[in-house]
């Protein structure tokens, strides 16, 4: 995930390979890249355009796919602010200080990556259910998490948590603590230092934080599965609609929303390339 | 004035600093010399307010600054690796300390700015202000932290082996220049540095540590010449060691006879002769030779040899470069190599100077 590590230098290498070697290397990566990602990508939109446009946009209009993609924004949208603070509060506190349970911190915080998302959403279930520990409780307040869209947006914030903080935490960890100490030798109190030297320091691990956070945050399946309990048009988000479409025979319906879900990922890319590109000078300065 | 008190810090189960107290003069320039791990930088980062002392305190001017926090302290703090925020211009570097203030402390902009050019002509950086810290040499981004440091006019200045991560000619001229401008200023200065010479060059005052004590207090020119330990004495400069037994102050040492009439009055001891590269007599073609030549590296007016003793003990000795013209020496030559001065440690670091005693024997 640290696509900021190796800059073009543009430069003749003194080392090379033969010209075959080159060739097979390159058309390897090609060949496997063909088969597993560009075939498949191909296959949904060809799925989804089978009956034409008139039918993909008659696909995408019906009332139940719109409230799933309106679900799935909200979702992204509670979620990702949430874990932008976790994440910073987080990289911040294990990159930049030390305290006795510091690499527990640091292994947590990877807990979300190494748990399957089945399992995540098992937990909520457990915790949050009606048979659950806190559940119970909350039901008698009128709160409903399980198979409504609290447990939906917190299995999605607990799936993509490790996304910024994992982005930001080598970054700030290889950028030390000099520069927040000379900020503070130089008077300037915790939230300046912070707003002033810290975060324009890692913006750009930010971003991409946020970016790779947002899309498993839309495109995540298995722990939202769990706790969402597939209600058409309530807690159906779009990964989960186009497995219902697909089990219903509906294909086109099902590979019209699986194309949007594609074309986020790649909006995704090409946006983060697009930064990349516009502000390759500071970047590669700011990692001199 | 600076005042530390039985300064004491362990990290983990190291102990950086031992019980270490020192006064600080306003307006000198001190040198804190030592080898790695000797403590010189936590016990200026603990002056700085960077790390908290386990026992001791550190006083500005006669009030504690224990329960004072380091962006209260009102000092300057340069670092070995700049430590410049790079994602900002050269001006926005230097005014950092100044825009950060609270608003009624705060100068208006056009006083920061005027400030800034001050200070970038001081540092002779002129039309650099717009530049990034990636876009400077390093002794530019030296001189933009000191501007830095400079800038909110710091009770005193803290410099972290400041010339440690430049280029030796840089280094030089950077270091005399950081001289002058003490000079210019007079602000009180402490500077941490691994390097004798510059110790010696820049500093009023050189304070010598090792292993978490300070080993010696002094003039650059006391320490030179009297240095209190056989650490010291080896850190400031090449020293040739030879362990040897004396007998009511006379010793022998590389074929020579030597007494130190300090000692006259002792018995049979166990002592280490130190005798300074420069100073030994070499004589070429005598009947007494002693050593014999392995190879001569010419440094400019002085000509640094090795040679290798009967015993097989390897000494080094320097001369002019005109007198080892003179004696047209070269490698495998049979010579005499004879000590003008030594200095006696005892194991319990009493200290005595010895000279030849005249009738020497080969």
């Not at chain 1, 090379?16 to 191909?42: D, K």
């Not at chain 1, 309106?70 to 200080?97: D, H, Q």
């Not at chain 1, 969402?228 to 219902?244: A, C, D, F, K, Q």
């Not at chain 1, 909006?267 to 990349?276: D, Q, W």
Request: aromatic share 8%.
């Amino acid at each position: 995930m640290s696509k900021n590590t190796s800059m073009p230098t543009h430069s003749r290498r003194p080392v090379s390979e033969p010209a075959l070697i080159r060739w097979a290397l390159c058309l390897l990566t090609l060949a496997f890249l063909g088969l597993f990602l560009f075939m498949p990508l191909a296959a949904v939109l060809a799925e989804a355009f089978r009956k034409g446009t008139e039918a993909y946009f008659s696909a995408l209009a019906t009332r139940e796919t719109l409230a799933a993609i309106r679900l799935t924004l909200l979702t992204a949208a509670i979620a990702v602010p949430m874990n932008l603070v976790f994440g910073i509060t987080a990289a911040w506190s294990v990159a930049k200080f030390d305290f006795p349970g510091r690499s527990l911190l640091m292994t947590l915080i990877d807990l979300p990556f190494s748990v399957s998302p089945v399992i995540s959403g098992l937990i909520y279930v457990l915790i949050f259910g009606l048979q659950g520990w806190v559940g119970p409780i909350l039901a008698d307040h009128g709160v409903r998490v399980i198979f409504a869209v609290p447990g939906i947006v917190l299995a999605t914030i607990f799936v993509t948590f490790p996304f910024i903080a994992r982005e930001l935490i080598p970054l700030m960890e290889a950028q030390g603590r000099e520069e927040e100490e000379a900020a503070t030798v130089l008077g300037a109190s915790g939230w300046r230092t912070f707003f002033m030297v810290t975060l324009p320091n890692v913006k750009w691990g930010l971003v991409y934080g946020v970016l790779l956070c947002n899309a498993r945050a839309m495109g995540e399946f298995g722990a939202v599965s769990v706790v969402s309990g597939h209600i058409r048009g309530l807690t159906n988000t779009m990964p989960l609609h186009v497995e219902i479409l697909y089990n219903e025979y509906d294909f086109v319906g099902a590979f019209a929303v699986a194309s949007l879900l594609a074309l986020l990922a790649l909006l995704t890319l090409a946006v983060k390339t697009f930064l990349e590109w516009v502000h390759r000078d500071e970047i590669a300065a700011a990692l001199r | 004035m600076i005042e530390v008190r039985n300064l004491s810090k362990t990290f983990g189960s190291f102990s950086a600093l031992k019980d270490v107290s020192l006064s600080i003069e306003p307006g000198e320039l001190v040198a804190l010399l030592g080898p790695s791990g000797s403590g010189k930088t936590t016990l200026l980062r603990i002056i700085a307010g960077l790390e908290c002392p386990d026992a001791g305190e550190v006083a500005f001017e006669g009030t504690s600054a224990t329960n004072l926090a380091v962006r209260d302290r009102q000092v300057g703090f340069v670092f070995q690796h700049f430590a410049l925020f790079r994602h900002m211009t050269v001006a926005d570097n230097i005014s950092f300390g100044l825009r950060v203030r609270e608003r009624a402390l705060r100068p208006s902009k056009a006083e920061i700015r005027e400030r800034v050019e001050h200070l970038l002509s001081m540092v002779q950086l002129k039309g650099l202000e717009s530049r990034y810290p990636s876009q400077l040499s390093g002794g530019q981004r030296q001189r933009v932290a000191l501007a830095r440091a400079l800038a909110v006019e710091p009770r005193v200045l803290l410099l972290d082996e400041p010339f440690g991560a430049l280029d030796a000619q840089v280094r030089k001229d950077l270091r005399r220049w950081l001289r002058h401008l003490h000079d210019d200023l007079g602000i009180t200065s402490v500077f941490v540095t691994h390097d004798q010479e510059e110790a010696m060059e820049v500093a009023d005052r050189v304070v010598v540590m090792d292993h978490g004590r300070i080993e010696q207090v002094g003039s650059p020119r006391d320490i030179y010449d009297h240095p209190v330990s056989p650490f010291v004495y080896r850190f400031l400069g090449n020293v040739n060691g030879f362990p040897c037994r004396s007998n009511g102050g006379r010793i022998h040492v590389v074929g020579t006879e030597m007494i130190a009439p300090d000692f006259a009055g002792h018995g049979e001891r166990d002592v280490t002769a130190f005798i300074r590269p420069h100073d030994f007599d070499i004589e070429a073609g005598s009947e007494q030779a002693n050593a014999t030549l392995r190879h001569a590296v010419v440094l400019g007016p002085q000509v640094r040899i090795e040679v290798n003793l009967a015993d097989g003990q390897i000494v080094e000795a320097e001369l002019a470069r005109d007198v080892f013209d003179r004696l047209s020496l070269h490698p495998r030559q049979k010579i005499r190599v004879v000590p003008r001065r030594a200095q006696i440690f005892l194991d319990d670091g009493t200290q005595a100077r010895a000279q030849p005693t005249g009738n020497g024997s080969g």
